[in-house]
Each structure stands twice: as structure tokens, then as C-alpha cells.
């Protein structure tokens, strides 16, 4: 029996050499909001999957089209939010794998301008308020269509085709697939495609290779997320945390506030802000980013929790973001029980320590002498002791550092 989980890291079959640069906003970037946004979120019911796994009935689940309206929908709040949580990036779905397009798709009937009371794109507006902002915009798009009819249907329908038995069926899906991903890059341009459903088809079968190429001739700086079946440049440890550093060099944890990607009334299993932020930091001390998911409702507002939980994200990096953004991964593990981080020019190293540690905190191996520690957010630098440090000897011995609790931070302190 195993005592522990890891994660299956996916193949990638992109140079990470070849990519280094146009990654570093993304190695940089540390915190990104998704935000699944459909016509899932008027009933409150599970995107998508609710029709597939038979909870609902199609034609029911489509209905929701009628009470979309959006007309609390205010991108500019939104984008403001979204910034003021210090997250750098935001990834909106385009198209979930209910099909219902969030722009004014020419293919097809199937999105919100043509049939719901919202008349209107969404995206456009989000995404200009996000880039005035100096936020990064990424594309959430479903390779899976389960509305299109020359798709192979629904998965645990007896209507679902094979891919080789009926290829010029399949050859009009992709086509159709492809312009809509045409008109995204061209009307949107997004600095990020996060796709997703690729386990449905294989590379071959997708075109995978061909996609990743025409997106990168729209824009040869986009960045295109693992769920492309390897032809991605990061890797994508969904919810299940990473117990060791992934070997991948770029990656991202995307991961809920309560338990469930789109709004749902009945969830109210949020997690603390303590919770989140210790996610968060250990993600950064791995070298990851974290991809902070909110649902907004049916109407476009954001529920109080998630618009809180941004809230006090960003107080806390506000405050304590120096250890956290434009870092590099921490120390390995062994030195330090806990997240740690390292500026860019490995002359600082960052702490992350819980709230109300009485303890003083331990770190071991470190081979530089110290300049000075302090808790980020104050100004008095704190004493420190070497314990067992051998004159003679290289070894530097063991640093503990009392951290007063007047200086901690209520959810996680960085030293
Ligand atoms: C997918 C979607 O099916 C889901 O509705 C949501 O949009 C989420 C962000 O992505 O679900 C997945 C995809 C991959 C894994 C788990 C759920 N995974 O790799 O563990």
C-alpha cells in the first residue's frame, strides 16, 4: 500500500529550451483567476458534466440559455478584483464542453449573442479591462463539444462514433473546432490558451501539433497550457498538490475556492484564506503558480465569499508579495520544514511560516553568513541564533529564529 500520492506528470513533447523566453512572464506571474463562466451558473448545476453524467436532461440543461442574462456582468469591477487580488494573469472560459459559446461565434448557432437575453459578447470587455490593467488574458476553450452534431457525442451515449470509422465526420468537427479557435486568436489574441478535454482523443486525432502551430503564427509569444496532449508548454497537476518539486520546469495547480468550478448555490465548503495562501506558497516554493478558480452566478456577480477571498488574497500580497513574485523555487527540501523561496539573484531567502508559531523557526545548511532577517511588513529586524557551528569546519550549523508574534502575519508571515 502507498502511503502517498503523486501526480502522473504528462508528456511533453515541447523543448523547454525553445520556449524559455516567452515563459518568464508565466514563471514570474505566481497567481492567475480562472473563471468558469457559462449557462451552467443559472440553474447552478455542474458545467457540462451535469447533462453528460445524465443529471440533468439535455434539452433542460440547454434551457438555461433563456435565463442567461448577465445583466450583473461588470468586467471593469471584475478586472479590478481580479488585479487588487495581485493575480497576473486570468484565464476565462471561452467555451465550455456544453458547446455555448461566450462570443458571437460565426459557427454555429450556439452562443450566448444568438441565444441568450445577455446579447452580447463577453469576452471583449473582460478582456480589455484585464490588459488596462496589466493583466495577462488566457483563453479557457473545451476541445470537446458534446452540442455538436458531427462530434462523437455524448461519452456514455450509444450514439458515439469512432474517430476512424467515420473520418469525414470528424475532419468537419475540426474544422469547425479550428475556426472557432481562428476567430478567438483573432479578435482576442490571448496571451494564454488553456484547453482542456483532451482526454477524449488522441494527438493524431486532434491535430494537436497542427493547433499548437497555428496558434503560434497567430502569436508566437502565446502560451499554450499541458492539456493539448503533450504539445503544451507547462503541466497542469490539477487539485491534486504536488508532494515533491515537479520536474517540469513551468507548471501550474488550478484549483477551487469551495468545490466546484462553476456557481453552486448549495457549496459552501470554502476553503480559508489560510488554506488558499499556504496552497499558494507552497506552490510558489516548488516553482509553480497557482490558478484560482471563482464561479460567477448566473447573472455575472461575484459570490460574497469568492469576492472576499480575492480580497484578502490581496491584502496578503500586498504585504508579503515581495517573497512571492518574480522568485524562483525555494530551497530543497531538508533545510527548512516548510515553503521557501529564493530572489531571482540568490542573494535572499524567503520564509513562509504559519501564524502563531511559538517555536523559533529552524534552517538548516545554509553556506552564506547573514546580512539581516526580518518579517516582511516590518521594519525591526529580528535576532537570530547559530547553534553548533564548528569553528574549524565548513558546516555552518543551525540558524533559529524567534519570530515575536507581534510581528507574524494573521495567515502565513514571510521571513
Ligand atoms: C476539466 C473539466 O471537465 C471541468 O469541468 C473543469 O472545467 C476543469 C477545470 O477541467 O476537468 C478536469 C480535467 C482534468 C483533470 C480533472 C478534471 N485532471 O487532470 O485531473
Redesign the pocket.
Known amino acids: 500500500t502507498m502511503l502517498y500520492t503523486g501526480y502522473a506528470q504528462a508528456q511533453h513533447r515541447v523543448n523547454p529550451d525553445e520556449i524559455k523566453e516567452k515563459m518568464q512572464w508565466f514563471a514570474d506571474a505566481k497567481l492567475g483567476i480562472?473563471i468558469?463562466y457559462g449557462i451552467y451558473s443559472v440553474k447552478g448545476i455542474?458545467?457540462?458534466?451535469s447533462f453528460h453524467n445524465k443529471k440533468i436532461s439535455y434539452p433542460d440543461y440547454m434551457n438555461q440559455l433563456k435565463g442567461f442574462t448577465a445583466n450583473q456582468y461588470k468586467p471593469d469591477e471584475l478586472a479590478e478584483l481580479i488585479k487588487e487580488s495581485g493575480a497576473r494573469y486570468a484565464v476565462m472560459?471561452t467555451k465550455?464542453?456544453d458547446g455555448v459559446a461566450l462570443w458571437n461565434s460565426k459557427y454555429g448557432p450556439l452562443n450566448v449573442v444568438k441565444k441568450t437575453p445577455a446579447k452580447r459578447d463577453l469576452l471583449k470587455p473582460l478582456y480589455d479591462a484585464l490588459r488596462a490593467r496589466g493583466v495577462k488574458a488566457g483563453a479557457?476553450f473545451s476541445l470537446i463539444d458534446w452540442s455538436h452534431a458531427d462530434y462523437p457525442g455524448f461519452l456514455k451515449d450509444s450514439s458515439r462514433y469512432q474517430v476512424s470509422s467515420q473520418p469525414a465526420k470528424w475532419a468537419k468537427y475540426l474544422t469547425f473546432m479550428n475556426g472557432q479557435l481562428d476567430e478567438l486568436a483573432k479578435q482576442y489574441n490571448p496571451d494564454l490558451w488553456w484547453f482542456?478535454?483532451d482526454?477524449e482523443h488522441s494527438a493524431e486525432e486532434w491535430n494537436a501539433p497542427a493547433v499548437r502551430q497555428k496558434l503560434l503564427s497567430y502569436n508566437p509569444n502565446t502560451i499554450i497550457n499541458g492539456?493539448l496532449q503533450g504539445f503544451g508548454d507547462y503541466d497542469?497537476p490539477?487539485?491534486?498538490f504536488p508532494v515533491s518539486r515537479p520536474n517540469y520546469k513551468w507548471w501550474e495547480l488550478?484549483m477551487t475556492i469551495n468545490d466546484n468550478?462553476g456557481y453552486q448555490p448549495q457549496d459552501t465548503n470554502f476553503k480559508t484564506p489560510y488554506e488558499i495562501i499556504s496552497i499558494f506558497t507552497d506552490a510558489v516554493s516548488y516553482g509553480g503558480n497557482l490558478l484560482l478558480?471563482i464561479g460567477p452566478k448566473g447573472d455575472g456577480s461575484i459570490p460574497p465569499q469568492e469576492v472576499n477571498m480575492l480580497k484578502e488574497l490581496g491584502a496578503w500580497n500586498k504585504k508579503n508579495g515581495e517573497g512571492v513574485f518574480n522568485t524562483v523555487a525555494g530551497m530543497p527540501q531538508g533545510h527548512y520544514y516548510g515553503a521557501s523561496t529564493l530572489s531571482k539573484d540568490s542573494t535572499t531567502v524567503y520564509l513562509f511560516v504559519p501564524a502563531k508559531t511559538s517555536a523559533p523557526v529552524l534552517v538548516k545548511g545554509l553556506k552564506n553568513s547573514i546580512k539581516k532577517i526580518s518579517v516582511l511588513g516590518s521594519d525591526t529586524p529580528l535576532t537570530y541564533k547559530i547553534v553548533g557551528k564548528i569553528s574549524w569546519s565548513a558546516v555552518p550549523g543551525l540558524l533559529y529564529i524567534p519570530i515575536p508574534e507581534s510581528q507574524q502575519d494573521k495567515y502565513i508571515s514571510v521571513i
Open positions: 480562472f468558469h455542474d458545467e457540462s458534466w472560459t465550455h464542453h479557457y482542456d478535454g482526454w492539456r497542469t490539477e487539485q491534486n488550478c468550478w478558480d
